[in-house]
């Protein structure tokens, strides 16, 4: 038997091989995955990993593919997609539970209808739960693990592994599960506060419209590098990149920290043109911007 008949034999899930990878990201690029899984619960997550285990095949986890960037080559071993059970939202009490393939501003959003506030920096970012505590997202107004309990994981053998806040390794824009692949979020358990839901809901209602106003709609990654201190957009347009193009790909004009797919872009566009964008940020600021963006696949 195949491995991905295998698969199919030990649990419920939609699974493909030689899936583009364009078709699940926000940027719309990256070639194909040698093996594409839907993966709706707990448990047959669990199964999965065992058997990719035993296989000794790679592997990772793609949640909204909102903060990724996957070359043209695309990506060799198995690509994870949380769904079903992984979307589910819940309020008990204080707590909100959220699968790991819920969007972040879902979630904020059904913690202000519960007047449990908490959320209101990270609830205007977009992608999912999970990829938000990969990334540890948030804005000025705060981040996603000022309110994390506790993550619920599945380990690469998977094992069921309860992950306290400490245990996450939270930094700027960073954690744990950037580095340390051992692990794949399955849920999260938000401890709010009570507070002013109406309140939190106006706050959400008012960035979500100043991040229209100020980033452009259309293809991309949000910020594709991290603020070195200082706004990384700002050092980019100081530095003449704004309008810059590469094949079909562009620094926006609204926002330079965005580097945008206009329809056409392959991969290689977007990372020529983010390699020009630091080339000259280094040259006219000398500050050396570091992707925020995660690359995936064979470059
Ligand atoms: N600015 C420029 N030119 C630009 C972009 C910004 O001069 O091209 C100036 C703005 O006018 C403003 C300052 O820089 O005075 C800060 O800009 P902004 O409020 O847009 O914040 P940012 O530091 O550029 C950060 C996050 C964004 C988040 C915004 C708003 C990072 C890397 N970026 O951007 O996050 O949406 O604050 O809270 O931390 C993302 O995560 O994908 C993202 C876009």
């Known amino acids: 038997m195949s491995f991905t008949e295998d698969i199919r034999g030990a649990i419920n899930c939609r699974i493909a091989e030689n899936e583009p990878m364009s078709a699940h990201t926000t940027l719309g690029v990256g070639g194909p995955a040698d093996v594409w899984v839907e993966v709706e619960t707990e448990a047959d997550l669990a199964t999965l990993m065992s058997l990719i285990h035993e296989a000794g095949m790679p592997w990772m986890v793609v949640g909204d593919g909102a903060n990724l960037l996957v070359s043209e080559k695309g990506i060799r071993g198995v690509v994870i997609a949380p769904k079903g059970q992984f979307a589910e939202i819940v309020v008990d009490g204080l707590r ?44 000025h107004r705060g981040y996603i693990d000022a309110v994390t ?47 002013d839901g109406a309140a939190s809901r106006k706050h959400l209602e008012e960035v979500r419209r100043h991040r229209a106003d100020t980033q452009p709609p259309g293809r991309s990654a949000g910020c594709f590098f991290k603020n070195p201190g200082t706004s990384a957009g700002k050092l980019i347009e100081l530095s003449g990149c704004k309008g810059w193009r590469e094949g079909g790909a562009i620094v926006s004009e609204t926002h330079a920290n965005f580097i945008m797919n206009t329809g056409n872009a392959t991969a290689s566009d977007l990372y020529a043109l983010a390699e020009r964008v630091r080339a000259a940020v280094r040259e006219k600021q000398g500050i050396e911007l570091e992707y925020e963006v995660r690359l995936a696949g064979e470059w």
């Open 149 to 195: 309990e506790s993550v619920s994981t599945i380990t690469e053998d998977g094992r069921q592994v309860l992950l306290t806040k400490e245990d996450c390794g939270f930094t700027y824009r960073g954690s744990r599960f950037q580095t340390d692949h051992s692990f794949i979020i399955a849920s999260v358990v938000f401890a709010m506060q009570p507070g």
């Open 96 to 139: 909100i539970r959220s699968g790991a393939a819920a969007r972040i501003s879902a979630v904020a959003d059904i913690a202000a209808e519960n007047d449990l506030i908490g959320l209101e920096g990270v609830g205007t970012v977009p992608g999912s739960v999970g990829g938000a505590i990969v990334m540890n997202a948030g804005t």
